[in-house]
């Protein structure tokens, strides 16, 4: 039998296995920074497949699986560990038993996926040369990301893997489907906060007040033009505010207007340009109407990069996999990942696993209550990702 097939084989067997443990993390889900029990989970399946993690960032995991000749070469594989706070409304077997806190975003998929890929590779040690290094990492979905406290706390270091692989359940790619991109493919997302603040009073008598309301109104339209008028129309960017309160009343004009969005980019030069471009019109729009703003900006992910090379080598295993009619391109999207952060330090790619089965009515999207996924999936994942891991250490 072909390795190719082994894999193929173990990835079957342990089919019901890896859903087994999908379900236990579906049923118990946590919030950002607070995977306790979850890596508790994760760490005993390890250990009962013969691996020994070691905690990391509080609420992550890294763990080592050696094949022949482990100095050779090192790659890492990552998957995400939290939940989003959503109550579900889906009525399975396995529904959220953490009521208000679900796994919407596919993290139980990816989590029990790379438990699923870590015994496959286990069992097949001594038929890969180099060394594998598991990334499990709490907080993707909340700033500044978990993937940024795994690698200050060195999951890329003592060696410095070669690559790192990740994905991502996709409920647009009917199951069975892989998608990929190279190069430039999520964005930076950072929080833009702004407190315009002037003086209420009689909306009957505006000369005796600064108006916040109005000073706003133009500082949103304004920003507009920092997207139409300064960023460069070949790449992708986004301002968008999504929150806006002013207490006051029909007669009332309120002392001041807070203003929330978020600012989305596709390269780190612009990112930094364009948020300072942000902070200096509005606070001087404000100061030309006899107000003031103060602008505060929650920086979060950076912008995710596909390393080209990277990803064409995996694309190519997953069309041996899969098969190239199964394999993919996908567009570039404007959410973000965390994952990030790891394309910033070393080549990375993240890809996309198809979750999605209309037949069976699954069709939600993530971050939704009624979010769910075709389990098939994750036969097909398991297997796909240790053949991608062997490919790139042979
Ligand atoms: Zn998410
Ligand atoms: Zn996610």
């Known amino acids: 039998m072909s390795l190719l097939e082994k894999i193929k084989s173990l990835a079957e067997a342990y089919s019901s296995q890896t859903i087994e443990m999908r379900r236990h993390l579906h049923a118990n889900p946590e919030l950002s920074y607070q995977e306790f029990n979850t890596a508790k989970f994760v760490s005993e399946k ?10 990391l960032a509080t609420t992550g995991l890294v763990a080592t699986l050696h094949g ?29 038993k953490n009521e208000g806190v679900m796994h919407a975003c596919g993290h139980d998929v990816h989590t029990s996926s790379l438990l699923g890929t870590a015994k496959i590779l286990h069992e097949i040690r001594d038929q890969f040369e180099g060394t594998v290094r598991l990334i499990f990492q709490p907080g993707e979905e909340k700033n500044p990301g978990g993937a940024s406290y795994m690698i200050r706390d060195g999951a890329l270091k003592n060696p410095e893997p070669a690559s790192i692989i990740g994905q991502h359940v996709f409920p647009l790619l009917p199951v069975g489907k892989i998608g990929f991109r190279e190069g430039m493919y999520m964005a930076s997302a950072d929080e833009i906060y702004l407190k315009v603040i002037g003086k209420g009073g009689h909306g009957a008598a505006p000369d005796l007040t600064i108006d916040p309301i ?13 997207i139409s008028r300064n960023a460069n129309p070949r790449q992708p960017t986004v301002l968008t505010f999504g929150n806006i309160i002013g207490k006051g009343a029909t007669n009332i ?18 990112r930094n340009n364009a948020l300072a471009k942000i902070k200096k019109m509005a606070e001087s729009i404000a100061e030309g109407m006899g107000g003031k703003c103060e602008v505060n900006i929650s920086r979060g992910y950076p912008y995710l990069e596909n390393n080209p090379e990277l990803t ?4 190519a295993a997953a ?38 089965n209309e037949a069976k009515g699954i069709t939600s999207y993530v971050h939704t209550p009624t979010f769910n996924i075709d389990e098939d999936a994750l036969t097909i994942s398991t297997g796909l990702m240790a053949w991608m891991a062997v490919k790139e250490l042979a």
């Open 46 to 55: 390890l250990c009962s497949f013969g691996i020994e993690p070691t905690v």
């Open 68 to 96: 022949k000749n482990p100095g050779k070469k090192t790659i890492a594989l990552r998957a995400d560990m939290d939940a989003l706070p959503i109550l579900e409304a889906n009525d399975v077997p396995y529904k959220s």
């Open 214 to 226: 109005v000073i706003a109104s133009h500082i949103i339209i304004a920003l507009q033009q920092v």
């Open 253 to 270: 004009i309120p002392d001041e207007v807070n203003i929330a969005g978020t600012f989305r980019a596709m390269n780190e030069e612009w």
């Open 312 to 315: 064409r080598r995996i694309k």
């Open 319 to 356: 069309a041996e996999y899969v098969g190239s009619d199964n394999v993919v391109d996908i567009d570039i999207t404007l959410g973000a990942e965390d994952f990030s952060y790891y394309s910033q330090v070393i080549p990375a790619s993240f890809y996309r696993i198809g979750t999605r």
